[in-house]
């Protein structure tokens, strides 16, 4: 079946600087959600980007379809982007498969 | 207010006990899903129902059950819970099958 691997696992940052997390998958995606899951648990729809670049306030999502990647990037990062990232593929159409996550901390 | 609502937050339970989660989405949405996030955070797919049909069932024990009323709501039955069954239940919709998806807050599960 499908895998997503996220990498790094965990990432410790100074505020202001800036991360990059990646995703790797192991057959086509026709879709692909980035989430962020608060330490308490929500999950959040951050971007859905299934090929090409997209922004969104600080975030930039860039997944290059044909090699089975995607990436996102936190610029100028904040104490309150700490949490864990979570990059989902679909494959099939109708079931999203969850990478095992980054976990990020931003300290001030 | 447009959103996915689970309740409850949190339950607390024995062995061997019935429980049943409720998820309700407002958003306008064909289709919702059920995930289980173990203790590693690790979530996977359940459920899912696309206007009121099921159309996904991973394997997973039959103590548990969807149902659907209608295609705003989606709960999740479990009979006689075991102690593997500790887990967060997030709940998820979205417009269509293969869409963009939004998750509840989730119901955390704790089997003593």
């Known amino acids: 079946g499908q895998q997503v691997q996220q990498s790094p696992a965990s990432l410790v940052l100074q505020e202001g600087e800036n991360a990059e997390l990646q995703c790797n998958f192991s057959?086509?995606?026709?879709?692909l959600q980035w989430f962020y899951q608060s330490p308490g648990g929500s999950l959040v729809s951050l971007l859905s980007?299934?090929?090409g670049t997209k922004h969104t306030g600080r975030l930039t999502s860039t997944t290059v379809t044909k090699e089975r990647r995607s990436s996102l990037h936190i610029s100028s990062s904040q104490t309150t982007d700490s949490g864990t990232y979570l990059c989902?593929?679909?494959?099939?159409?109708?079931?999203?498969?969850f990478g095992t996550g980054t976990s990020l901390l931003v300290d001030p | 207010e447009t959103a996915v609502f689970q309740t409850p937050n949190y339950h607390v339970t024995q062995v061997g006990n019935e429980v049943s989660f409720n998820c309700k989405q407002t958003?306008?949405?064909?289709?919702m899903y059920w995930y289980k996030q173990d203790s590693k955070k690790l979530l996977k797919i359940m459920f899912s129902?696309?206007?009121?049909?099921?159309?996904v069932n991973e394997t997973v024990p039959r103590r548990f059950s969807p149902q659907s009323s209608d295609k705003a709501h989606l709960n999740l039955r479990i009979k006689s819970v075991e102690p593997e069954d500790s887990a967060v239940y997030l709940c998820?919709?979205?417009?269509?099958?293969?869409?963009?998806?939004?998750f509840g807050p989730g119901t955390r599960l704790t089997v003593l």
């Open positions: 998820a919709s979205s417009l269509d099958r293969g869409l963009e998806q939004y």
């Open positions: 057959s086509t995606a026709t879709q």
């Open positions: 980007n299934p090929s």
């Open positions: 989902a593929i679909f494959n099939m159409g109708y079931k999203l498969t």
């Open positions: 958003l306008g949405h064909d289709t």
């Open positions: 129902y696309n206007n009121k049909q099921l159309i």
